[in-house]
């Protein structure tokens, strides 16, 4: 049995790792790299410690309590606490793709988690991220604030948006914060008929803006309070952890926690508080945000 391991590298050649040695007959996988688009790695043997292992049934540990996700899935914890678990239950789903899609980014997920409790400097974010000059620029807001309207219109106006749900921050480079684009449920979904979404090449983070929505009529930024503006931030980075902390011990719980804290302590310190207010229509988006970039934070 082979076992495949995709890796996502960071700025300081650590790495973010999800590993299956399913065969791809018994589960959906099959393209599974050309799919994601990611190194990937293939072996006999051992690949290396995984942050998160995708495993059948038949294959999961006996020592493990399971926590359901899903009707096709349900995470754990081995006792060495060396990686996160995922465990897939056989189905014949109405599109594969689709499943294909869903035991990724919840790997991809898990991966992250575990990735921030063994100390790497990275942390997927629930956000959107647009593409400028000088690098880009991530949008941090609620589900249902306009992440992907704001998304849209950006791309509508001839800008280039890299996510519209999830991005990697990686805090590894020496006073830098780069951005990843991920190839996630939505980002597959953006492509249409392509369902080879690779991951992205990092790009430094130029800006960081909470997102709301309009009562102007118009597209403008606005000073935020320093309170508004890191729990908007913390919210983000914590959020696609907050399904799947069930399974960790309290401790573990605890020093997530922390790190993300951490991570938004890092965010806020060196970005002003400001909030993009958006409307649903309009062409002004995109030079809105050029023009606080070119004006406000020529420094970052």
Known sequence: MYTRQVTIRLHNQDAIRVQTHCPETDLPFDGFGPLLGLETEETEGPAGTPDSELVLPGNAPDDVEWHPLAKTTST??????????????????????MYRMYTWQTGLILAGENAILRGADAVLVHCSA????????????????????????????????ISDDMALLDF??????????????????????????????ELPLAGVLALGRSETGRDEIVELSSAQYFAQCYRSMFYWNLFYTEGLQEEMKTKLTERIRHFTERITGKYPPRALLTVLEGDRLRSVVEDYLQNTVKGT
């Open 172 to 201: 590894s480079g020496e006073g830098q914060i780069y951005v990843r684009q991920m190839p996630t449920w939505s980002a597959c979904k953006e492509g249409k008929n392509e369902w080879n979404y690779p991951a992205g090449e």
């Open 76 to 97: 754990g914890l081995p006792p060495d606490r060396g990686h996160l678990l995922l465990r897939c239950y056989q189905v014949r789903p109405r599109d594969p793709r």
């Open 130 to 161: 647009l593409e400028t000059e000088r690098g880009a620029v991530v949008l941090f807001g609620e589900s249902g604030m306009g992440k992907s309207t704001a998304s849209a219109r950006w791309r509508a106006q001839g800008g280039k948006c």
